[in-house]
């Protein structure tokens, strides 16, 4: 969804629209504030009672994908080098965590696999050896994993993930907004066959263990999907998940089918559970979360009502547009209810296209699963990163959730790329 070179466009706006499951159709935007803990006492932060949150770090830079080590140590990959230096050590004191060590190029991407610590920039993956305490041996020597990934300036970021088999996953974002022949141009068609396909819009698959590997030698291992920043490797169900950041622009470029309010709202936001060879049917289809059905793209002929993609999957849970999903993580520790075991939570990035409509986002919603698919309504889990109400619907957001990563004695973390805070969030009964 999210698109640099416009992210800037922010305008006021009105109210705030509320995400929707496929499994439950309808939501209430206003969470119930009687289960709530009041924001003075959580970071600026609302959060459901017996949770509590506090800023371990500030000004880190933007703070993109971070993980954390066994030992209670944070990896956090910085969007564009600090003072030369892409990647952060954290290591937690009396509540805070201070900078142990700099090193690295920027990017979005990082994890940690069988005693590698695995970043990627938005050309390369690489990775670091790693010791018995999960430190980087030599910060200066890192291995070559993957080169030559594609880039073209829009939806470049590489996110990336890793399986129990030897496998990396990373996102190649579509560097266009619906495949037309003049992007982001009204009423311009879509490119027969999207060429784009070929080489971007889609997850490819590498081994996590081979060096030097080109990027030609991956394989597709998903595609039809426009751009995905937040995607994680579900251990129960052993099976990749990804959020996909739905087109923009719809009543920009197709006025005459669609309002402002319904451009606001659509398409959905999708969370897809992905396996080898599947198509989630992007350029030539969108999810409708309000008609609960795929439709047909209007550069390839649909209306807003045409329903498309019927050799695409379905989502396994779709959210209002424009919410960008940067982060995902299924949430497998202890220490939360639960009802929070085995969940997703997905960080919205927060929106900057949905005027005259109010922005929205900017918050970390709890998904809940259920014998391995999402279950339930949706819940706003963490809000209050952008500010104030007006701070929040003008998209003039003071912070704005990106990374998630869980800690060892299963406490959850959220970073924020704006001003580079990074949040811990506890449950105590």
Request: hydrophobic content about 35%; charged content about 20%.
């Given at each position: 969804m999210k698109r640099k070179t416009l992210g800037t466009i922010l305008l006021p706006v009105l109210a705030i629209a509320g995400l929707i499951s496929l499994n439950a159709l309808t939501s209430d935007p206003h969470p119930n504030h009687k289960n709530f803990n009041a924001p003075a006492d959580n970071a600026g932060l609302t959060l459901p009672t017996g949770f509590n949150a506090t800023v371990i770090a500030e000004n880190l830079g933007a703070a993109r994908h971070i993980t954390v080590t066994p030992q209670g140590e944070i990896y956090v990959k910085l969007q564009g080098a600090k003072d030369g230096k892409g990647i952060l050590l954290l290591h937690q004191v009396n509540g805070k965590a201070e900078v142990k060590l700099t090193f690295g190029d920027g990017g979005t991407g990082i994890g940690i696999k069988n005693g590698y610590l695995y970043a990627s920039t938005d050309e390369q993956v690489y990775r670091y050896k790693l010791n018995a305490q999960d430190e980087v041996i030599d910060p200066n020597k890192p291995e070559l994993v993957v080169t030559g990934l594609l880039s073209r300036h829009e939806h470049e970021a590489k996110a990336i993930t890793l399986d129990n088999a030897g496998h990396l996953y990373v996102n190649i974002g579509a560097y266009s907004n619906s495949c037309q022949v003049k992007d982001r141009q009204k009423g311009s068609p879509g490119?027969?066959?999207?060429?784009?396909?070929?080489?971007?819009?889609?997850?490819?698959?590498?081994?996590?263990?081979?060096?030097?590997?080109?990027?030609?030698?991956?394989?597709?291992?998903?595609?039809?999907?426009?751009?995905?920043?937040?995607?994680?490797?579900?251990?129960?169900?052993?099976?990749?998940?990804?959020?996909?950041?739905?087109?923009?622009?719809?009543?920009?470029?197709?006025?005459?089918?669609?309002?402002?309010?319904?451009?606001?709202?659509?398409?959905?936001?999708?969370?897809?559970?992905?396996?080898?060879g599947d198509n989630a049917g992007w350029p030539y289809m969108y999810y409708d979360q309000i008609q609960h059905k795929k439709v047909l793209m209007p550069e390839y002929g649909g209306d807003g009502k045409k329903e498309g993609g019927q050799n695409a999957i379905n989502p396994a849970a779709a959210y209002p547009g424009h919410l960008a999903p940067d982060g995902l993580l299924f949430y497998t520790g202890n220490q939360f209810p639960a009802k929070y075991k085995n969940g997703a939570f997905i960080a919205f990035h927060g929106s900057w296209n949905r005027a005259p409509e109010p922005q929205a986002g900017y918050f970390v919603v709890f998904q809940p699963f259920a014998n391995g698919k999402p279950t339930g309504k949706w819940e706003v889990f963490a809000k209050g990163f952008a500010g104030t109400d007006a701070q929040t619907a003008s998209g003039n957001a003071q912070h704005r959730p990106c990374g998630l990563a869980q800690g060892p004695d299963g406490s959850l973390y959220v970073s924020d790329d704006a001003r580079g805070s990074l949040y811990k969030i506890t449950y105590k009964k």
């Open positions: 490119q027969k066959g999207c060429p784009i396909l070929d080489s971007a819009g889609g997850i490819w698959q590498f081994s996590a263990t081979k060096l030097n590997q080109h990027y030609g030698d991956g394989v597709r291992y998903a595609t039809g999907l426009r751009n995905v920043v937040g995607l994680d490797w579900n251990k129960q169900l052993n099976q990749l998940f990804v959020m996909q950041h739905g087109r923009d622009q719809l009543h920009d470029l197709f006025p005459q089918y669609y309002d402002t309010k319904q451009s606001a709202e659509l398409p959905a936001e999708c969370l897809y559970a992905i396996k080898k």
